[in-house]
């Protein structure tokens, strides 16, 4: 059985994974084919950024959103899964989104 400290690393790499992919899609998205918008009014601003600007922003805030998920697994246990699952469920729904406007380019 694994340990808990290696799921938590584990849950972790997989949200920090899925905000960055999130991130290159979007990115790929909206500025090389024009085919997509950004839904997220605060994020609008960072895809008019040149690329390594959005690229800076957005690893900070997926350093953060890591930093704040290995305080609540340290400090918090109790509300870490809840925290991951909704971290990584919410990134899910963005992934399906993507394979569907990836969908639609490929097959127009």
């Known amino acids: 059985m694994e340990s808990s400290e290696k799921v ?21 998205g909206i500025n ?30 997926a350093s953060v959103i890591v930093l704040l998920s290995w305080i609540i697994y340290k400090y918090g246990n109790k509300y870490f899964n809840d ?9 899910t729904v963005v992934m399906i989104l993507h394979i569907i406007w990836i969908t639609i380019y490929l097959i127009n």
């Open 32 to 61: 090389m084919l024009g085919c997509i918008g950004e839904s997220n009014q605060l994020l609008v601003k960072m895809f008019e950024m040149s690329f390594m600007k959005s690229l800076i922003i957005r690893l900070i805030q």
């Open 83 to 91: 925290y991951m699952t909704f971290g990584i469920g919410i990134n």
């Open 8 to 28: 938590c690393n584990r849950k972790i790499i997989i949200l920090f994974t899925m905000i960055m992919l999130d991130y290159f899609l979007t990115y790929i």
